[in-house]
């Protein structure tokens, strides 16, 4: 399951929300990560809005919890309308609130992303012996996510691919390629000897910085065109 509440709120449309929350990253003395708060932001919010569009929703709203004091919200909301122009979406609103009455020894942050989805658009699909997979950019955490910033794949190339019809795309989180994999087919089984890819399918993904995506080998060359040169084959062995 995506990690991501669909809630129906009428007969043509659903809620689609999606969190993610960051702790230890950030400016302060014991963080250990550090990095401006607008890249905490930045990242944060593009776990979230990518789960968000994965489950077929479109965002409409941001919220934003800060623990990291006053003084870093105005940072914080520049990172997050970052993403929001990388995505064309200058139109979501953005709130939140920050803990103002006690100084934490560590940056956290935890932000929501909220979506609209029409009920009639599916986002699931029958694999068949006609489906390939592919994973999108490269999996990183920490501060790889900063040396090795041209192996993160955009947002906006996640978006377009994600407007291709009758593709699942799944964001890859801490847990790595091989447990969203098996997240994805939850009646399926895999293990890391029964794929084929060169990546570490073990590793954690931190914040999305690549996905799954599970395609009609019909699409591939369109699939590639958009992801460039952050495409990579994965054989699936059954």
């Not at 041209?150 to 996640?158: C, G």
């Not at 994600?162 to 098996?182: A, H, M, Q, Y």
């Not at 997240?183 to 890819?197: G, H, N, Y």
Request: aromatic letters at 8%; glycine letters at 8%.
């Amino acid at each position: 399951m995506r990690d991501v509440i669909t809630i129906p709120i009428n007969g043509d449309e659903s809620l689609i929300i999606a969190s993610d929350n960051s702790g230890a990253i950030g400016m302060k003395e014991h963080d250990q990560v550090h990095v401006s708060y607008q890249t905490v932001a930045y990242f944060s919010f593009r776990v979230a809005v990518m789960e968000c569009i994965a489950a077929g929703g479109k965002p409409f709203s941001v919220v934003l919890h800060n623990f990291c004091g006053n003084d870093s919200w105005g940072e914080l909301v520049k990172g997050i309308e970052k993403g929001l122009e990388e995505l064309n979406r200058q139109d979501v609103s953005i709130t939140g609130s920050t803990e103002s009455n006690f100084h934490l020894q560590q940056s956290a942050i935890g932000l929501v992303v909220l979506g609209k989805k029409h009920v009639d658009k599916q986002n699931e699909l029958h694999i068949s012996s006609h489906h390939k997979f592919a994973v999108i950019g490269s999996p990183l955490v920490g501060n790889e996510v900063v040396d090795f910033a041209n192996q993160v794949v955009p947002l906006l190339t996640f978006l377009e691919v994600s407007k291709l019809k009758d593709v699942i795309t799944w964001p890859v989180g801490s847990k790595g390629i091989l447990t969203e994999l098996n997240q994805i087919f939850p009646t399926k089984v895999f293990t890391k000897d029964r794929l084929e890819i060169n990546l570490d399918v073990i590793k954690s993904s931190g914040p999305s910085t690549c996905f799954i995506i599970v395609y009609d080998q019909d699409q591939e060359d369109e699939i590639k065109r958009l992801a460039a040169g952050y495409f990579h084959s994965l054989t699936v062995y059954k």
